[in-house]
């Protein structure tokens, strides 16, 4: 295997995209019928890349951040699988979708109070909403939160982001944990290099009997 696209594979698998990703098929698959999907942010892709391999799927990745943009085109390309540089608000107003998929960001999205109402507005039938947040109770968000001082917008626990949504006439299907190894402060697993995601979904696998989650992943519909 050459080193690209040695390196492309650890990225595709990496934690704890591939883990949301993962989930989110396993939902998806069971709905049976042609999908068009929206992951917005989607970054630098992995998320979208996996859910493009869900059979009759098109998957649609935007992202303000043009450099992400240009990675997703670089890393995670697909016949099915398209990006594009767009506001999260044009997007919303302007596209239709079954399904979208706002993952570990809706905390981070300005104007929040906007953006659930036109969420809530958009999602209708049979589409659906799937998201997931971090659990602000837990040590990882903690360090996150001092190492991004500021950066916090949303803080929602799972209870509180279902009765906000409730509010607005959607409906929570399904809500469950997801993620129990830790990201953030583990300086040692450098020594690991490329390879640290394997090492952090051993432990994910090994620490979930005892420890609470460090994500939730929540479907919505109407």
Known sequence: MEINSLKKN????????????????????????????????????????????????????YDIDG???????????????????QD???????????VLC?????????????????ISEKVKGDNYLIVVIPNIKSENYKIFQKENAGINIFEKTPEELIMIFESKGLKNISSHGIGYSKIYGRKFLQIFGPFKFIYHHIENFIQKPFKEPIYYLMVFNK
């Open 10 to 61: 650890l990225f595709t698998y990496s934690y704890p995209q591939y883990l949301f990703a993962s989930r989110i098929k396993h939902f998806l698959k069971k709905l049976n019928r042609p999908l068009e999907i929206i992951d917005i942010p989607c970054g630098t892709g992995e998320i979208s890349y996996h859910l493009s391999k869900i059979l009759h799927a098109a998957v649609f990745g």
């Open 67 to 85: 450099k992400k943009i240009a990675l997703c085109n670089k890393l995670f390309r697909g016949k099915n699988l398209h990006y594009e540089r």
């Open 88 to 98: 999260i608000f044009q997007v919303l107003e302007q596209k239709s979708f079954d």
């Open 102 to 118: 706002i993952i570990n960001s809706l905390f981070l999205l300005p104007d929040t109070d906007k953006l659930i109402n036109l």
